[in-house]
C-alpha cells in the first residue's frame, strides 16, 4: 500500500510544480501538452497497479480455491461417514431408553 499512496503523491507533486511552472509561461501549448503527457502518465501508472492488484488477486483465488474445495469435500465426507455410522446406534439408545 505504501507504493500504491507514494505513487500518486508523487504525481501530484509533479503536477503542481509543472501547472505553476507553465502558469507562468505564454505558451499554452506547452501548457496543455505537458498536462496531457502527466494525465496519459497517472493513468498509465494508476491502471499498471490497479491491474497488478486485480491479477494478483485472480492468482491468488485460483491457488487456493481447489484446496478449499477439497477441505470442504473432506469434511463433509467426514461428517456423512460418521453419521452413517453413529445414527443407528443413536436412535436405538434412544429408543431403548424410551
Avoid: D, G
Avoid at 3 to 13: D, R, V
Avoid at 14 to 30: A, C, F, K, S, W
Avoid at 45 to 73: A, D, G, I, K, R
Amino acid at each position: 500500500m505504501t507504493l500504491y499512496s507514494t505513487i500518486p503523491n508523487t504525481l501530484n507533486t509533479l503536477h503542481n510544480t509543472l501547472h505553476n511552472i507553465v502558469l507562468n509561461t505564454p505558451h499554452m501549448t506547452l501548457y496543455s501538452t505537458l498536462l496531457n503527457t502527466l494525465h496519459t502518465l497517472h493513468n498509465t501508472l494508476h491502471n499498471t497497479v490497479l491491474n497488478t492488484l486485480h491479477s494478483t488477486l485472480h492468482m491468488t483465488l485460483y491457488s487456493t480455491y481447489p484446496n478449499t474445495l477439497h477441505t470442504l469435500y473432506t469434511a463433509l465426507s467426514i461428517t456423512r461417514s460418521t453419521l452413517r455410522y453413529t445414527t443407528p446406534s443413536l436412535i436405538r439408545y434412544i429408543t431403548c431408553s424410551i
